[in-house]
């Protein structure tokens, strides 16, 4: 048994599996006789912040930490480490961006509250998106594998701006210049070539407190952070201190922070809500975004460029199969559920905007993997 468990968490799709799980699990204690006390926790206070608050302003900075550690390795020596690889999956991230935006405002021009969420449908949630891919197997080829990474990290890296520039409240200018000179003291020590863990842990919850009073969302104090932390060291028999980070926090974000945060934000309650609401702008908006606006922003952008001569196919992959990763994009779970959460107050808004999450999720990731299920497919070796 014991065996069986350690292969399940060492496997691809395990993230995306637990994940689901969680926000089941949230969906039916919302739903169930338990609801009462499940909102009461998540509203109780504990060292003048809601367990909420708590969840999505700290455990989610752990997130942003991770997720800030692998954009800036795969920039500088991975996947993106020069421009020629950062082209395709940047201009796809870029229509994947767009477009889901595009549809959300059609649908909402008409209101200024809900416009707020036009960011919502345009984040990918790398986690369940691999998740799916992983299941495929063999089905398909590993340059795709690679192109959705990219793609998902630039797409992160582009909310993450998003996020600093929409969805920040109003400025207290001392604290966001104790953050700065936190962040650059941060930096000092990268540039001495500091590499003990211990000070850049102290600095950077120094940082995400200055950051959460200056009035900027306080998960950027986790990317800021992250790009702060030493990748190259003149030891080669040292391990870089970005990959330590990386790698200790790796199981921790993918096993409990996301799904802790997928159990406290997906939890909505169904009672006095009816057929009507999936005619709602904010839920069609949204719905529309992840289902169509990624899948035609994503696949659109690279039909095009690949016509124009300016990129190529992922090596060994047919046109179909890239359709299919373009529909995957369109899951925007753990992401889109965090923007919603900024972008609206209401919560009647924010539990349609849950709907339509999970709506569009849903059909963007079933419909993507049976694209790809069912996609010819050639079974090739990739070279390095």
Same mark, same amino acid.
């Given at each position: 048994?014991?065996?069986?468990?350690?292969?399940?968490?060492?496997?691809?799709?395990?993230?995306? !599996?637990?994940?689901? %799980?969680?926000?089941?699990?949230?969906?039916?204690?919302?739903?169930?006789?338990?609801?009462?006390?499940?909102?009461?926790?998540?509203?109780?206070?504990?060292?003048?912040?809601?367990?909420?608050? #708590? !969840?999505?302003?700290?455990?989610?900075?752990?997130?942003?930490?991770?997720?800030?550690?692998?954009?800036?390795?795969?920039?500088?020596?991975?996947?993106?480490?020069? &421009?020629?690889?950062?082209?395709?999956?940047?201009?796809?991230?870029?229509?994947?961006?767009?477009?889901?935006?595009?549809?959300?405002?059609?649908? &909402?021009?008409?209101?200024?509250?809900?416009?707020?969420?036009?960011?919502?449908?345009?984040?990918?949630? !790398?986690?369940?998106?691999?998740?799916?891919? *992983?299941?495929?197997?063999?089905?398909?080829?590993?340059?795709?594998? +690679?192109?959705?990474?990219?793609?998902?990290?630039?797409?992160?890296?582009?909310?993450?701006?998003?996020?600093?520039?929409?969805?920040?409240?109003? +400025?207290?200018?001392?604290?966001?210049?104790?953050?700065?000179?936190?962040?650059?003291?941060?930096?000092?020590?990268?540039?001495?070539?500091?590499?003990?863990?211990?000070?850049?842990?102290?600095?950077?919850?120094?940082?995400?407190?200055?950051?959460?009073?200056?009035?900027?969302?306080?998960?950027?104090?986790?990317?800021?952070? *992250? /790009?702060?932390?030493?990748?190259?060291?003149?030891?080669?028999?040292?391990?870089?201190?970005?990959?330590? #980070?990386?790698?200790?926090?790796? &199981?921790?974000? *993918?096993?409990?922070?996301?799904?802790?945060?997928?159990?406290?934000?997906?939890?909505?309650?169904?009672?006095?809500?009816?057929?009507?609401?999936?005619?709602?702008?904010?839920?069609?908006? !949204? /719905?529309?975004?992840?289902?169509?606006?990624?899948?035609?922003?994503?696949?659109?952008?690279?039909?095009?460029?690949?016509?124009?001569?300016?990129?190529?196919?992922?090596?060994?992959?047919?046109?179909?199969?890239?359709?299919?990763?373009?529909?995957?994009?369109?899951?925007?779970?753990?992401?889109?559920?965090? +923007?919603?959460?900024?972008?609206?107050?209401?919560?009647?808004?924010?539990?349609?905007?849950?709907?339509?999450?999970?709506?569009?999720?849903?059909?963007?990731?079933?419909?993507?993997?049976?694209?790809?299920?069912?996609?010819?497919?050639?079974?090739?070796? %990739?070279?390095?």
């Amino acid at each position: 048994m014991r065996d069986k468990l350690a292969h399940f968490f060492s496997s691809e799709p395990a993230a995306g !599996i637990v994940l689901m %799980i969680a926000a089941m699990l949230g969906i039916v204690a919302a739903n169930s006789p338990v609801s009462e006390h499940y909102f009461s926790m998540l509203g109780s206070y504990v060292a003048g912040l809601s367990v909420s608050h #708590w !969840i999505n302003d700290g455990l989610m900075a752990v997130f942003f930490l991770f997720v800030g550690l692998e954009v800036k390795r795969e920039l500088l020596q991975g996947e993106l480490d020069t &421009n020629a690889k950062r082209i395709l999956p940047g201009l796809a991230a870029l229509g994947g961006l767009m477009m889901p935006a595009l549809f959300y405002v059609l649908f &909402n021009s008409g209101n200024p509250e809900t416009l707020k969420g036009w960011a919502v449908p345009a984040a990918t949630d !790398i986690a369940f998106a691999l998740g799916v891919l *992983a299941l495929l197997g063999s089905r398909v080829p590993v340059s795709l594998k +690679i192109f959705l990474t990219a793609l998902a990290i630039m797409d992160d890296l582009a909310v993450i701006v998003i996020i600093a520039l929409f969805y920040s409240s109003s +400025i207290s200018f001392i604290y966001l210049a104790l953050a700065a000179a936190t962040l650059a003291v941060l930096f000092f020590l990268n540039k001495k070539g500091i590499l003990k863990s211990l000070p850049y842990l102290l600095l950077g919850v120094l940082l995400w407190f200055f950051v959460l009073k200056s009035g900027l969302h306080a998960t950027l104090a986790g990317v800021l952070l *992250a /790009f702060a932390i030493p990748l190259r060291v003149q030891d080669s028999v040292q391990e870089a201190p970005l990959l330590k #980070w990386e790698h200790a926090l790796e &199981n921790p974000v *993918a096993f409990f922070v996301v799904p802790v945060f997928g159990f406290a934000n997906a939890g909505v309650s169904f009672a006095g809500l009816d057929g009507s609401v999936l005619f709602d702008p904010v839920v069609m908006g !949204i /719905f529309a975004g992840l289902f169509l606006g990624k899948q035609l922003g994503v696949f659109g952008v690279v039909w095009a460029t690949v016509k124009l001569g300016w990129t190529e196919l992922p090596e060994g992959a047919s046109w179909l199969q890239v359709y299919g990763v373009a529909l995957l994009c369109g899951i925007g779970f753990t992401m889109s559920l965090f +923007i919603s959460l900024l972008a609206f107050v209401d919560p009647t808004i924010q539990d349609y905007s849950k709907v339509g999450v999970f709506l569009g999720s849903l059909f963007a990731g079933v419909l993507g993997y049976l694209v790809l299920k069912f996609a010819p497919f050639e079974r090739i070796k %990739i070279k390095y």
